[in-house]
C-alpha cells in the first residue's frame, strides 16, 4: 500500500504543465508534415523529418538542463507519451479533411506511445546525466 502511495506522489510532483508543453511542441513535426513543408525544397524528405527531430530533442533536453529538472527521466519518457497521444489524436481529429490521415491500428496507437516514450527516456537519461556534469563542475 506504502508503495502505490508513493507511486500516486511521484506522479504528483511532476511538471505535468512542462510535460504537455513539450508533447505538443513535438508536434511541430507531424504539422510540418501536414502542410507540405517536407514535400520539396530544402526540408525535403528525409532531411526535413529528420532536423525537426534532431531540434526536438535538443530542445526537451535543455528544457530539463534549463529548469534543473529533478526527475528529467521521468519527465522527458511522459513529455514523449504526451506527444504520442497528441499525436494520434492530431491524426483522429484530421480524419474527416485529410485523406491521408488513416486511423492507426490499436497496436500502431501502442507502438506510437512506446517509441514516443523511449525517446523521450533517452532524453532524460541524457539531460540527467547533462545536470550530473553541471553540478559537478560548481554550475548548480
Known sequence: MATKETARNDLRELPWPTIVALGAFALIRPVLSI???????????????????????????AAAVVLRSPRPVATL?????????????????????????????????????????AQGAVCGLIALWLLGRRKGSGGA
Not at 517536407?38 to 530542445?59: H, N, R, S, W
Not at 491521408?100 to 501502442?110: K, M, Q, R, Y
Open 35 to 61: 502542410v507540405g513543408a517536407y514535400d520539396d525544397g530544402p526540408l525535403e524528405k528525409p532531411v526535413g523529418p529528420l532536423v525537426f527531430t534532431a531540434l526536438i530533442i535538443v530542445g526537451w533536453i
Open 77 to 117: 519518457t511522459f513529455a514523449g507519451v504526451a506527444y504520442g497521444v497528441l499525436a494520434v489524436l492530431l491524426n483522429i481529429a484530421l480524419q474527416p479533411f485529410l485523406d491521408s490521415a488513416d486511423l492507426p491500428p490499436v497496436p500502431g496507437v501502442i507502438g506510437i506511445i512506446a517509441l514516443n516514450a
